[in-house]
């Protein structure tokens, strides 16, 4: 009997596993996905305020912007920072949004003029012409911030420049290959931005070399999120290089980078794109994991935080996969 099964398991092959079928979205993120129990009063009073006083293009522009539930992001992105500052990171987040909006229209000469003003304003180095809403909404956001906690405050501004000047510099006309794309999108997607309104919106005073310790868990974190933000965005980056060809446009997107370069499809290339992000968000918890059981910094905050920027990443995927800002939503 074992010389007959021995025979025969040399013409029999094992069941194969079954057919690749491709998914859109292969399987739900593995972050939380939250909203801060006062999104709803928060979002309803900036809607109100962005929608009538910011220098949309057309009527058109102002009425997607409340379409996309734009202020949502923050409140899905941020569901553990406090009650008494969800105004001000959401209000400040909102604002680079609609900024980056107004400067599709731009070259890079324009752009880097247009944010120039605008980082003076933030930095309360001058005072804004109150006839001009851009400039006492900038103004605003940040003098508000400022007096609930200039110093976290300062690092929500630094980010906030580092976002914008990478916007406009001419470097992302450049970037070739995965790595360099990754490193570029990170700074003009506001990764460190967002991580700063994280730590302002928890009131964590984190030192320098403690910031700096946490590199790779920021890079992991920021990879992730462009990735999601490239593969949702990506058929309205489209739309708005075809239509408008300025520079503030031109598409650095990983999508775009993928179907080039593994010669296929775009929709293909965002199915990739996502395999790739389920596979990292391993790679992250490891990543996490081994940060958290090598520093010596206050545990528990430093725990709150690693998972609060899981939240960010968590509600970064469902909001711009549900967004009109990115999708044409019937």
């Keep these: 009997m074992e010389v007959l099964r021995s025979l025969t398991s040399r013409f029999w092959a094992p069941s194969p596993p079954p057919v690749y079928q491709p998914q859109d979205i292969p399987g739900s993120t593995r972050f939380p996905v939250k909203c801060h129990p006062q999104a709803s009063k928060v979002c309803k009073e900036l809607d109100n305020l962005f929608a009538e006083h910011f220098p949309f293009r057309t009527a058109h522009d102002r009425e997607k912007y409340i379409r996309a539930e734009t202020n949502k992001w923050a409140s899905m992105a941020f569901p553990l920072v406090r009650d008494d500052r969800l105004l001000h990171v959401t209000k400040a987040n909102t604002l680079l949004f609609l900024l980056d909006d107004l400067a599709e229209d731009m070259s890079m000469e324009e752009g880097k003029a247009f944010y120039a003003k605008l980082i003076t304003l933030a930095r309360g180095a001058r005072l804004p012409d109150r006839n001009d809403a851009l400039e006492w909404i900038t103004y605003d956001t940040f003098a508000e911030m400022r007096e609930c906690d200039a110093e976290l405050t300062e690092e929500v501004i630094d980010g906030a420049i580092l976002c914008l000047q990478a916007q406009v510099d001419p470097v992302r006309l450049k970037c070739e290959d995965m790595g360099s794309l990754l490193r570029q999108r990170a700074k003009e997607g506001g990764c460190e931005f967002v991580a700063a309104l994280i730590r302002f919106g928890m009131n964590l005073h984190m030192p320098s070399d403690v910031q700096d310790s946490l590199h790779e868990v920021h890079e992991s974190y920021s990879k992730l999120g462009m990735i999601v933000n490239d593969i949702e965005s990506f058929d309205k980056e489209c739309k708005a290089w075809e239509t408008q060809g300025k520079e503030g446009a031109y598409m650095l997107n ?77």
């Design 254 to 330: 990983i999508v775009k980078l993928m179907a080039k370069d593994g010669a296929v499809s775009y929709d293909a290339a965002k199915r990739i794109c996502y395999i790739l992000v389920r596979e990292s968000e391993f790679e992250h918890e490891r990543i996490v994991a081994k940060f958290l059981a090598n520093s010596d910094w206050d545990r528990e905050s430093l725990t709150r935080y690693v998972y609060a920027l899981g939240c960010v990443l968590g509600g970064n995927e469902v909001w711009s996969q549900t967004t009109a800002r990115y999708h044409d939503l019937q």
